[in-house]
C-alpha cells in the first residue's frame, strides 16, 4: 500500500528565500508524480508532474525532481514571494492503478513573509 | 476553456439527512474522480467514474455512492449524514482517467451538525 509523506508540515520563510519541499514515496511502481497548490478553502491547482522516467520538471520560479529508486521528489522554489504563501501537495499515480486514483501527501504549508 | 465546475459550494445538513454533489467535468474528459478532504485525514480517494462505470472504487462505506451521466457529469450521493462526513468534498477531471494531469474543481464544503 502506497503512502506518501511529505515533510516538513509546516514552513515560514522571508520573502525571497529559495526553498525545497520535500515528499517521500512507499511505492516506486509509479507511473507518476503530481504537485499541486492549494489556497485555503480552495481546489487543487496542478503546478507540475513529473513521468516515472523523467529525472525533473521546471516551471517558472518551479523544479520538481524525482528518484523513484529512493522514493523521493522535491519541489525547488526560487526567490519565494508572499503570493506563493499556500499548501502544496504531492500525490503518486501508480501503475496498478485502475483509473483516477492519486495518493497525496498530507501536504506542507508554506508561509512567505513580506 | 470552462474548468470543472462544483455545485453547491457550501452547505449544511443535519446528521442523518442525506446529501446530493454535483461536479461537471472539463468539455470532453470522460473520467471523473471525488475526493474528500479533511484536516485529520487529508485527502482520500472516493470512487472515479468513465463513460458512466465506476471503475475504481475508494475505502469508504457504502453510504457513500456516486454515479455519472452521458454527458459525463457526475453525482456523488451520502446517505445518513454522519458528523464525521463534514469535509471538502473534490471532484477531478481528465480525459480519460488514465496518468493524466487532473483538473480540480473549487470543492463543495459539506457541514454536518
Known amino acids: 500500500k502506497q503512502e506518501v509523506t511529505q515533510i516538513p508540515a509546516a514552513l515560514s520563510v522571508p520573502e525571497g528565500e529559495n526553498l525545497v519541499l520535500n515528499c517521500s514515496f512507499t511505492?516506486?511502481?509509479?507511473?507518476?508524480l503530481q504537485w499541486f497548490r492549494q489556497d485555503p478553502g480552495k481546489g487543487l491547482t496542478s503546478l507540475l508532474l513529473?513521468?516515472?522516467?523523467?529525472r525533473e520538471q521546471t516551471s517558472g520560479r518551479l523544479n520538481a525532481s524525482l528518484d523513484k529508486s529512493s522514493g523521493r521528489s522535491t519541489l525547488y522554489i526560487a526567490a519565494s514571494q508572499p503570493g506563493d504563501s499556500a499548501t502544496y501537495l504531492c500525490?503518486?499515480?501508480?501503475?496498478?492503478?485502475?483509473?483516477?486514483?492519486?495518493?497525496f501527501g498530507q501536504g506542507t504549508e508554506l508561509s512567505v513573509k513580506p | 476553456k470552462a474548468g470543472v465546475t462544483q455545485t453547491p459550494r457550501y452547505l449544511i445538513k443535519t446528521r442523518g439527512q442525506q446529501v446530493t454533489l454535483s461536479c461537471s467535468p472539463i468539455?470532453?474528459?470522460?473520467?471523473v474522480s471525488w475526493y474528500q478532504q479533511t484536516p485529520g485525514q487529508g485527502l482520500q480517494f472516493l470512487f472515479e467514474?468513465?463513460?458512466?462505470?465506476?471503475?475504481n472504487k475508494g475505502n469508504f462505506p457504502g453510504r457513500f455512492s456516486g454515479r455519472q451521466f452521458s454527458n459525463s457529469r457526475s453525482e456523488m450521493n451520502v446517505s445518513t449524514l454522519e458528523l464525521g462526513d463534514s469535509a471538502l468534498y473534490l471532484c477531478?477531471?481528465?480525459?480519460?482517467?488514465?496518468?493524466?494531469?487532473?483538473?480540480f474543481g473549487a470543492g463543495s464544503r459539506l457541514t454536518v451538525l
Open positions: 513529473i513521468q516515472s522516467s523523467q
Open positions: 500525490a503518486t499515480y501508480g501503475i496498478y492503478n485502475q483509473g483516477g486514483k492519486l495518493i
Open positions: 511505492d516506486s511502481a509509479i507511473y507518476n
Open positions: 477531478a477531471s481528465s480525459p480519460d482517467g488514465g496518468a493524466n494531469v487532473l483538473t
Open positions: 467514474y468513465f463513460s458512466e462505470t465506476q471503475r
Open positions: 468539455s470532453g474528459h470522460r473520467s
